[in-house]
């Protein structure tokens, strides 16, 4: 932080999105007042986007919930924190106690993932919870991914970005990093990076049944029918070897199962998917010669690759292709980034691991594998529902709004409107925080520090980079990770008056002592003493890391103090290849024909003739939005209506539509109504709704998002439609009806 005159210049790093831009704040007496780029950001550069802005408007938000709230005869009533954990502490033992461990369920959403203070402190609390219930949105996410990258390369989280500053070809399956700002990789300012590319006579495709944004800056852009990209990418993979175009290069040595994958594709023919996708033969074998042919080349897929029911396949066969035409861990291919913290593949010894396992458990009603160490997001309600030993009572939500993001949103409101406690971390009362019987709320993104553990996973170039808590948090407010830890307290039975600074102390102690043996374990707790909380852990596992100062053993390496004092952060430099290090399989080689994909592939292949249904639904995301909770912030919800239905002019005119008219969607008897918008950008057979919208119910606090509430997508969809494998939802292509609503 910077001073002059009573206004204050702070750094952060924006926590909305998977961009992570670096901001510059404003401040003065403790407010912000203005909000823009930080020029000097090694990684972003300058760039923001207008959701970044509006952290203002979410701190001042007058609905952003600041006292906890405690429903009393159906009723929300503030309290104080004191009570709000002792309510916790009266109701949710006695329902482990009466019920069994596994009658709490956990539920984590996606701002978790972009808070350390939460996300590092979940698994303490699941373990003190001890039970299998733990649900996430990763199954309505990037589960297939998480799962095909563990399966390949031996880690949840070694997945492999494109090199967009040195490729000359980027395929974009699935994805609108125009919008989305990317995702699975961290890449602000996608927009100038795709436009350098085109600049140096690269070329950059877009398969999507819709024109997106990306798809309209692209050279070329391919409607492709949803959920069928596992048939399209198997007609490439099938071309690669019926054309002998097969490069492995550096990884020949590298590469284990390609005679099996060879064999198991043998059926997939490009002329045999082609009707099947929508895509021309002739079109899949031009794209496959020039992915052949093409010196730096990358395969990348993002959302719409992964909700589907061959999600898994899908994000498999993209690395497949990378792997098979050259293009993986190469310069301006698909490459694996090196985090200064936190990375699997970074940890432990390089090249070999355990490889990941999926299925030690089954969930007790559908028996769905676990996978990661969850079930499927789309069991929560059945788990709720049926009866029976195990069956869940109570819940905790951690900044998660399952009633918009998960599929049958009004079933699972239905099932949580039943449990017999319920606790929400969150900052809003709104569609799913209504059915708690506590809400702890989280303070205020400004009021944190903020370090991306998983983000800094997938970016464009390695980076370091931290910001502290802009602003101090108001009296008597507590962190997150200081909430998460008590309530891991009273999941141990330990109380909620427990010292949290002294848990914290013994919870990381044994983590130390258990790693680096009980001699160095004081020593270690003493270098690190000057942080506190998830900062403390940050530092641990920065010193640790692979450019870490290893407790003075490479007195050059960093350290958390060290990244805090670059407030534009330490650029680690671009992409570097990294195979066989980075490797964590049994092998110690790349698995490009796992055993249950192979399987896996008998049940596409007996699914390859399937009819197109004549109408189906695709979600979109919006660049004034992030999935279902900035719709109550004025500068972003500002401006034309955007929960529209967009249908191509030719179906509409089937149907009786027209632009501004209202239509009822229906699946399988579950129905929403919504405002229609013509638009050629769609593929005909194929409409788009965004998710995330649907403020109408009783009993929430978004004063704005109600006046426009919009339609909830997911009320749409089957929540036992998945993928086998990871247990993903499938959220895109699904069969509806529409009829014109006079
Ligand atoms: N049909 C369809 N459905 C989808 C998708 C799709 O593309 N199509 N996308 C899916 C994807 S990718 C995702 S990631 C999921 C998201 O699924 P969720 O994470 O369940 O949903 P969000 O809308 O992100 O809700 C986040 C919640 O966190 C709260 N929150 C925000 N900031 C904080 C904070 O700092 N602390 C705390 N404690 N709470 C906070 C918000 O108030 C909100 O209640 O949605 C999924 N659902
Ligand atoms: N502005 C904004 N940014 C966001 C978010 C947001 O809500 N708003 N959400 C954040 C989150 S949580 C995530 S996970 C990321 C997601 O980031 P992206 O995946 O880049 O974003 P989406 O818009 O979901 O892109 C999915 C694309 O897949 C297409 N699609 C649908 N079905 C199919 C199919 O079967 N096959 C193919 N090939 N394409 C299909 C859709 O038309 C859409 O263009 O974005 C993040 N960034
Ligand atoms: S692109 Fe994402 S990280 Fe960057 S300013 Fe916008 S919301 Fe924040
Ligand atoms: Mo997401």
């Known amino acids: 932080m ?123 609390l699941a373990r003190a ?41 980027l395929m974009i399956i699935g994805g609108n990093p125009m919008v989305s700002n990317g995702s699975l990789w961290t890449v602000p300012d996608f927009r100038g990076k795709a436009k350098a ?169 559908s028996g769905a594998p676990e996978v990661m160490g969850e079930f499927p997001i789309g069991c929560l309600a059945e788990e709720i529902e049926v009866p029976g030993d195990g069956q869940v009572k109570a819940m905790i939500t951690i900044a998660t709004n399952p009633v918009l993001a998960a599929p049958n949103g009004p079933r699972l409101a239905g099932a949580l409107a039943s449990l017999e406690f319920m606790v929400s971390l969150d900052i809003y009362l709104n569609e799913t925080t209504r059915h708690a019987d506590v809400i702890l709320p989280g303070c205020s993104q400004l009021e944190s520090s903020n370090y991306e553990v998983g983000l800094s996973q997938f970016v464009y170039r390695n980076v370091a980079r931290y910001c502290p808590a802009s602003l101090p948090r108001p009296e008597g407010q507590p962190s997150e990770w200081e909430n998460m830890l008590r309530l891991t307290a009273i999941a141990l039975g330990r109380g909620a008056e427990v010292n949290v600074n002294q848990l914290d102390d013994e919870f990381l102690a044994d983590e130390i002592r258990g790693r680096t043996g009980a001699a160095d374990t004081e020593a270690v707790l003493h270098a690190l003493s000057q942080w506190k909380g998830p900062d403390r852990l940050l530092d641990l596992a920065i010193r640790r890391g692979p450019y870490g100062d290893q407790f003075g053993l490479n007195p050059e390496g960093l350290n958390l103090e060290k990244v805090a004092a670059q407030p534009d952060g330490i650029d680690l430099g671009p992409l570097a290849p990294r195979v066989p290090e980075m490797l964590r399989t049994p092998s110690g080689k790349i698995e490009i024909a796992p055993e249950m994909l192979i399987a896996d592939l008998t049940r596409a292949a007996a699914d390859l003739g399937r009819q197109a249904p004549e109408l189906v639904i695709v979600g979109r995301r919006q660049l004034r939005s992030n999935n279902s909770w900035m719709h109550n912030l004025p500068i972003l919800a500002k401006g034309a209506f955007r929960c529209t239905v967009m249908v ?17 969607i229906t699946n399988q008897g579950r129905s929403i109504e919504v405002q229609v918008e013509l638009s050629d950008e769609m593929m005909p057979g194929v409409v788009s709704l965004p998710h995330g919208w649907g403020h109408d119910l009783p009993g929430m606090k978004l004063t704005l998002a109600a006046e426009r509430p919009g339609a909830n997508l997911n009320a749409l969809f089957d929540d036992a439609l998945r993928d086998p494998l990871s247990g993903n939802s499938v959220l895109s292509g699904v069969a509806i009806e529409m009829t014109p609503i006079a």
């Open 2 to 124: 910077t001073s002059t005159r009573g206004e204050t210049i702070a750094h952060r790093i924006c926590s909305f999105c998977e961009a992570c831009c670096g901001l510059e704040l404003k401040l003065r007496d403790g407010k912000v007042t203005g909000i823009r780029a930080n020029t000097n950001d090694v990684f972003s550069r300058g760039f923001i986007c207008p959701k970044g802005a509006a952290l203002k408007d979410l701190h001042e938000d007058p609905d952003r919930l600041r006292m906890p709230l405690i429903k009393r005869n159906g009723r929300f009533v503030e309290a104080t924190w004191q009570e709000a954990f002792a309510e916790i502490e009266h109701r949710l033992p006695d329902v482990m106690k009466r019920y069994g461990r596994n009658s709490v369920a956990t539920v984590v959403g996606n701002p978790a993932a972009h808070s350390f203070g939460l996300l590092l402190y979940i698994p303490r």
């Open 129 to 169: 919870l001890g039970s299998i219930n733990i649900f996430t949105a990763s199954t309505l996410d990037q589960m297939p991914k998480q799962l095909a990258s563990g399966l390949m390369y031996g880690a949840w989280l070694s997945i492999p970005v494109p090199d967009i500053e040195r490729t000359e070809f």
């Open 648 to 664: 191509n002019p030719e179906d509409a005119q089937r149907i009786g539509l027209s632009n501004g008219s209202r239509a009822r």
């Open 197 to 365: 590319l085109l600049a140096r006579g690269g070329k950059l495709v877009v398969v999507d049944p819709r024109r997106t944004e990306t798809a309209a800056a692209a050279t070329s852009h391919l409607f492709i029918r949803p959920r069928t990209d596992a048939f399209f990418l198997l007609g490439i993979v099938q071309t690669l070897f019926a054309e002998k175009l097969i490069r492995l290069g550096r990884l020949e040595e590298r590469v284990a199962g390609v005679d099996a994958l060879e064999a198991a594709i043998a059926p997939f023919s490009a002329d045999s998917v082609a009707p099947r996708c929508g895509i021309s033969a002739e079109t899949i074998r031009d794209l496959t010669r020039t992915l052949a042919r093409t010196e730096r080349a990358a395969v990348y897929g993002r959302m719409g690759a992964c909700t589907q029911e061959y999600g898994t396949l899908v994000n498999w066969l993209i690395d497949v292709v990378n792997i098979l035409t050259g293009h993986l861990d190469e310069l301006g291919g698909s490459m694996f980034p090196k985090a200064p913290a936190f990375a699997a593949n970074t940890g432990g010894q390089p090249g070999v691991g355990r490889g990941v396992i999926t299925g030690r458990r089954k969930s007790r009603v």
